[in-house]
Nanobody
Framework: QVLLVQSGGGLVQAGGSLRLSCAASGRTDNLLAVGWFRQAPEKEREFVSAIRWTGPTTYYGEPVKGRFTVSRDDAKNTVYLQMNSLRPEDTAVYYC?????????????????WGQGTQVTVSS
């Protein structure tokens, strides 16, 4: 079983930047990928980004392409989400997730392990 512990987040003005971290521990040898999702009040959970656990493949949701960057530190078993040019509509609780049921060339889906969530608030 894998444990995901998130850090980062907070309050920032529009146009600013934040970085989220997701540290994985436990059974990390075959995670396949780590993803980021977000959920705003009264909205459905939305895919943000993902990165394969090995290799360079990354995935991004359309609303964040060109603004957010996902990366991985293999030595620390940690995945980062660098968020630039933040907008008020990026306000949400952000979750990292691991162990997708599958990854294709276009997506990773059905993640089974989840972090605790962290609030990101972007003021206008």
């Amino acid at each position: 079983q894998v444990l995901l512990v998130q850090s980062g987040g907070g309050l920032v003005q529009a146009g600013g930047s934040l970085r989220l971290s997701c540290a994985a521990s436990g059974r990390t040898d075959n995670l396949l990928a780590v993803g980021w999702f977000r959920q705003a009040p009264e909205k459905e959970r939305e895919f943000v980004s993902a990165i394969r656990w090995t290799g360079p493949t990354t995935y991004y949701g359309e609303p964040v392409k060109g603004r957010f960057t996902v990366s991985r530190d293999d030595a620390k078993n940690t995945v980062y989400l660098q968020m630039n040019s933040l907008r008020p509509e990026d306000t949400a609780v952000y979750y990292c997730a691991a162990n997708p049921r599958y990854c294709s060339a276009f997506e990773c889906a059905d993640f089974s392990s989840w972090g605790q969530g962290t609030q990101v608030t972007v003021s206008s």
